[in-house]
């Protein structure tokens, strides 16, 4: 059997001390080992999302999604929020938005380009919304937003700035304390490389102030019930609301430790110099990314393949020995696939992911440039400082 890859947009390739840190028999959470393991993730948090202390951090059992629905905690009855919409995970705020009794308004991309900040500072102007929400990296095209500009265009003009930041923390710059952002999410699964079963939050003063007040929150996303529960963690102590994502805790807490060793910056360079030994392939291979020229993310590329069958292509790529992903943008389906570049990424997947495309590409009959990870590897090659993941 070929060795197998994982380069699917999260989870993504794997570390083993980091999935097998979530194997702990006879540790409980009322245990001082998850405890610790809870503190060292949420300040590992804090981190990763560039929150000083002043942010309160969260660890809820499920995925990206409830860290999503949990912001519902900072809405009030009929609150209006701006949606800024790049693709399919930007349209994921309206399905869940759509269920509570708020006001929404989506700001729409085409797929592969981004909203314009023209266009949202336009409509924020109006004065009428309360919050804005947003997604960093939109995995459906791979396109990045530069959140750090809207946070700038927008800040004092809406109470609450919101980053969905699940395809994109620890394999892009985010800053939340510093660029004004209130609530940045992610999930355990993708760029912090641990095991699944997650969401993951950052939430300031300000967002912490508005759980005083009444929400449309359900029960058990409701920010409420775990604020104080988090503070104990924090503080070293335990505590219970809901049973918590035990092993994925463990997880969480080994990958903290291990970015903290390579560093944060180290980390999001090896991300940004993988993308760009990635792209540099498919457009050697002839071959376009989806996402404009500007807008491509350190962590996700779709890349367009036109006039192939794309389940042919991922079952031929798979035994070649890499898994990626299909597209599931609506206007784009069946002309393109995407690649996950993230969490624990480094050259060799690279290599190898541009080697199985083009093998693929080839045996299906496309006509494809071939040698194409050579230049790729003439990147890795002016940049030893990325090519090892520290271990412990
Ligand atoms: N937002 C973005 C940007 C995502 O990529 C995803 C997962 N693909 C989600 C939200 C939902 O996360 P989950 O699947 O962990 O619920």
């Not at 890349?303 to 389940?311: D, H, R």
């Not at 990870?373 to 990325?386: D, R």
Request: net charge neutral; proline share 4%; glycine share 10%.
């Amino acid at each position: 059997m070929v060795p197998r890859i994982l380069m699917h947009v999260g989870p993504s390739v794997a570390n083993y001390s980091v999935l097998s840190a979530a194997v702990q028999p006879n540790i409980g959470f009322a245990s001082p080992e998850f405890n610790e393991a809870m503190k060292n993730s949420l300040e590992g948090l804090r981190y990763v999302m560039g929150a000083n202390g002043s942010y309160l951090p969260f660890i809820l059992p499920g995925s990206g999604t409830v860290a999503m629905e949990s912001v519902t905690s900072f809405l009030h009855k009929g609150a209006r929020i701006l949606v800024v919409s790049n693709g399919v995970f930007g349209d994921r705020w309206e399905a869940i938005l759509g269920r509570y009794p708020v006001e929404m308004k989506v700001l729409r991309s085409e797929p592969g380009k981004a909203v314009p900040l023209e266009d949202i500072e336009r409509e924020i102007s109006s004065g009428k919304y309360f919050a804005i929400a947003m997604t960093q990296v939109e995995t459906s095209t791979g396109v990045r937003l530069d959140v750090r500009a809207v946070s700038k265009a927008v800040r004092g003009k809406v109470d609450l700035i919101i980053v969905d930041g699940v395809a994109s923390i620890g394999g892009e710059e985010m800053k939340a304390a510093e660029w004004g952002i209130d609530v940045c999410l992610t999930a355990s699964q993708k760029g912090l490389g641990a095991q699944a079963g997650s969401g993951l939050i950052v939430a300031s003063e300000q967002a912490i102030r508005l759980l005083e007040k009444p929400s449309v929150a359900g029960y058990f996303m409701d920010l409420r019930n775990w604020r104080d529960i988090m503070s104990r963690f924090l503080s070293g102590e335990g505590g219970y609301f809901a049973t918590p994502p035990i092993g994925t805790v463990f997880s969480i807490s080994r990958s903290m430790d291990l970015i903290r060793k390579e560093t944060l910056e180290r980390r999001i360079r090896r991300h940004e110099i993988c993308a760009e030994a990635f792209r540099k392939g498919i457009e050697n291979m002839g071959l376009r990314i989806l996402a404009d020229e500007g807008l491509q993310s350190n962590t996700v590329s779709g890349v367009m393949s036109e006039g192939i069958s794309i389940a042919d292509f991922l079952s031929k790529a798979l035994s070649n020995g890499v898994e990626f992903a299909a597209g599931v943008h609506p206007a784009l389906k069946g002309r393109y696939f995407r690649v996950g570049h993230m969490g624990w990424i480094e050259p060799n997947h690279i290599i190898q992911a541009i080697n199985a495309i083009e093998t693929s590409m080839v045996a299906l009959g496309k006509n494809v440039k071939r040698d194409s990870s050579v230049e790729a590897g003439e990147i890795f090659q002016k940049h030893p400082e990325i090519s090892a993941i520290p271990n412990l």
